[in-house]
């Protein structure tokens, strides 16, 4: 009895401490569609979560058309600036592509949102 506990002590904090390996699918944090800019819109597309902004440690998530290199670029960028922007939506630029951040409503928790200001519709979300 004692060493099955011991065992399964051990396979937890195994799995505890490496933590996963690869991207693993994350929820959409707003089931609503966000606005990018006048006439453009973003579709609530699965997420891939990509890990975490180092400045906040936000969680980083991104739509399956970017990839978490950029995402976790887009995240340096706009953690970066965020302490400054007062709440109000900033472009930075990142990934070679401008990205409109700003923060958004959740369900119930806000999140930070990034929109590729470009027709792709890439989407990066940072979440606590």
């Known amino acids: 009895m004692r060493s099955a ?17 690869a991207p693993v699918a994350a929820p959409p ?6 606005s990018a800019s006048a006439g453009k819109t973003a579709t609530a597309a699965p997420l891939v979560f990509c890990g ?8 980083v998530s991104a739509d399956r058309a970017s ?3 950029v995402a976790l670029r887009v995240a340096a960028a706009y953690t970066g600036i ?15 592509t401008t990205w409109l951040c700003r923060e958004r409503q959740g369900n119930p928790d806000p999140y930070q949102e990034c929109l590729d200001t470009g ?10």
Not at 5 to 21: E, H, Q
């Open 119 to 128: 027709d792709s519709g890439r989407r990066v979300t940072l979440t606590s």
């Open 82 to 96: 965020l302490p400054h922007t007062r709440g109000a939506p900033v472009e930075v630029r990142a990934g070679g």
């Open 29 to 34: 944090p707003a089931p609503a569609p966000a």
């Open 67 to 69: 990839s978490c290199a």
């Open 52 to 59: 975490t902004a180092a400045a906040f440690g936000l969680g």
């Open 5 to 21: 506990k011991l065992g399964m002590a051990a396979g937890l904090l195994a799995a505890a401490t490496l933590g996963p390996t």
